[in-house]
Antibody, heavy 120, light 108 residues
């Protein structure tokens, strides 16, 4: 059973870059699609972007200019960077594994989530 | 951009009741729809994908139906552990993945 764990600072200053890492255990990151999703009380669940094991990425157009998702196969990790953050980026951030086959378009395994607060 | 609306926003039902939640897409999405359950303080859990396929390990009282723009999640006999917020999620064009606003289910 694959497990995912987010790590990174819980507090980020406005205008700085939010950086999170997801460590995958119980399975290889060198397969499948991997996404970042965030959740706020106001906007609900929002897909940020995905990375495929080949390195191909796609991002939510509303965040695309500020987002970078990358893969570190040697450490079985993938990462999120979100630049120029504001208070609106305060959220619980989840790393997620997509399903396989007919469930590839859906989110099968979720990390526990990490709260990131943007504040000076 | 595709929009997903869910109705009702919340509901309260008795144990054993049949509960139905609707998700409507602003454009046709074939069967590219999933349902997730998020119990209070927990992470979302995939219940149903491809509109009607039950995820492994999910109780059979959960079922999904629909295609195109109108979808339904049904709980055939509501149990206390089903108290949660339920979200639909679509796969389509940019953004590739969109979530509905959620339906909160309580026990009466």
């Amino acid at each position: 059973q694959v497990q995912l764990q987010e790590s990174g600072p819980g507090l980020v200053k406005p205008s700085e870059t939010l950086a999170l890492t997801c460590t995958v255990s119980g399975g290889s990151i060198s397969s499948n699609y991997w996404s970042w999703i965030r959740q706020t009380p106001g906007k609900g669940l929002e897909w940020i972007g995905y990375i495929y094991f080949s390195g191909r990425t796609d991002y939510n157009p509303t965040l695309k200019s500020r987002v970078t998702i990358s893969l570190d196969t040697s450490n079985n990790q993938f990462s999120l960077k979100l630049s120029s953050v504001t208070a609106a980026d305060t959220a619980v951030y989840y790393c997620v594994r997509h399903g396989e086959g007919s469930s590839v378009f859906f989110f099968e395994s979720w990390g526990q989530g990490t709260l990131v607060t943007v504040s000076s | 951009d595709i929009q997903l609306t869910q109705s009702p926003p919340s509901l309260s039902a008795s144990v054993g009741d049949r509960v139905t939640i609707t998700c409507r897409a602003s454009q046709g999405i074939s069967s590219y729809l999933a349902w997730y359950q998020q119990t209070p303080g927990k992470i979302p859990k995939l219940l149903i994908y491809a509109a009607s396929t039950l995820q492994s390990g999910v109780p059979s009282r959960f079922s999904g139906s629909g295609s195109g723009t109108d979808f339904t999640l049904t709980i055939s006999s509501l149990q206390p552990e089903d108290v949660a917020t339920y979200y639909c999620q679509s796969y389509n064009s940019a953004p590739l993945f969109t979530f509905g606003p959620g339906t909160k289910v309580d026990i009466k």
